[in-house]
């Protein structure tokens, strides 16, 4: 039986990750499937408002993403929330921690959350990690 | 077959098929037909999943010269 909940926690702040990542979430989300998604480390910056999707390459396969012009990360992230109704928490401590203030997020990206918190969404769902 | 809206989706990869889909699917009302032409190989078991997961009905897939179309109604 497929799940019907999902939390997706992405560290990483290299594009392959953040890819796949935002692949799963998004079509996890637009298929009925309740999706949290908890950003943290690396990846938080990338969510700042006006941040490129212009992530760093773990391999050749990064690079390919950008020749061949798949959707960037960023897109699939913003769909996951508007046309499957994913829920965008960034990490707390990151934020503290990165010096991002909440208002300076994108505007897809939800409340801070803590791991308390997270934790809490997560007991009964899935935890994909990128 | 008639449908109620069209979806060229031919040249996109995955996601990309199945999230243009639910978008035109949340713009359409319940009964109506949404028509999906793609050339990703991965599209028939992607609509199939998409169908069983959201309870949209999956109509016929049928595929010709690399092209796959696919009549989803909409729930």
Known sequence: MAARKICVVVVSGTRERLQMAAMAASVAAVSGIEVTIFLSMNAVPHFVKGATADAPSEGAFGDLLVKKKAPDFKTLFRQAVELGGAKILPCSMALDIAGIETDTLEPFVGEPTGLTAFLNAAADAQVWTF | ?75
């Open chain 2, 1 to 75: 077959m008639n449908f109620d809206k069209d979806l060229d989706a031919r040249g996109l990869n995955c996601p990309l098929p199945i999230l243009r889909a639910k978008k035109a699917l949340t713009e359409m009302q319940s009964g109506q037909v949404l028509r999906i032409v793609s050339t990703d190989v991965g599209s028939v078991k992607d609509f199939q999943a998409f169908c069983k997961q959201t309870g949209n009905e999956l109509l016929s897939q049928a595929e010709a010269s690399n092209e796959y179309t696919f009549f989803l109604k909409r729930k």
